[in-house]
């Protein structure tokens, strides 16, 4: 059975950019995506995904804010973030919203699918570069 994903932006091109990668490898199915905060919890509490993947830095959104939402309306949803910044402190911020995994945006190409497999099955995943340039 596929793992079932949200994806939450604000940004069309990233969540389509995303999808397609996903859409390619028959682990992943997405089951709903949003652009906006009450938009990414209703549907969070609507198809209770398994993994909702979540952009860390929307512009109009706070990320953590929405994570924290997401998991008090579908608990068994694992978050993993999406982010620019390498700094430790916004993994720490990540991790204490709720999420299991914190994926760099240079790094989706090359871990998406690990990343996702890793936070599906419990595990915690955090890019290997974090740190490293902050």
């Not at 952009?55 to 990320?63: H, S, T």
């Not at 949803?77 to 982010?83: A, G, I, N, Y």
């Not at 700094?87 to 299991?100: F, H, Q």
């Not at 190409?109 to 996702?116: K, N, Y």
């Amino acid at each position: 059975m596929p793992i079932r994903i949200e994806l939450v932006d604000q940004h069309e091109i990233l969540t389509d950019g995303l999808r397609r990668i996903l859409e390619g490898n028959p682990d992943f199915v997405v089951v709903a995506e949003a652009a906006s905060e009450g938009e990414a919890v209703e549907l969070a509490g609507r198809h209770h995904p398994d993994v909702a993947i979540v952009d860390l830095g929307m512009r109009d959104l706070d990320g953590l804010a929405v994570t924290t939402r997401i998991l008090q309306h579908s608990p068994g949803t694992r978050v993993m973030v999406l982010s620019l910044h390498t700094n430790e402190r916004y993994v720490a911020r990540a991790v204490k919203a709720g999420a299991r995994g914190y994926l760099l945006k240079d790094d989706v190409e090359e871990d998406l699918a690990g990343a996702i497999h890793a936070v599906h099955s419990g595990k915690s995943f955090i890019s290997p570069a974090v740190g490293k340039m902050a």
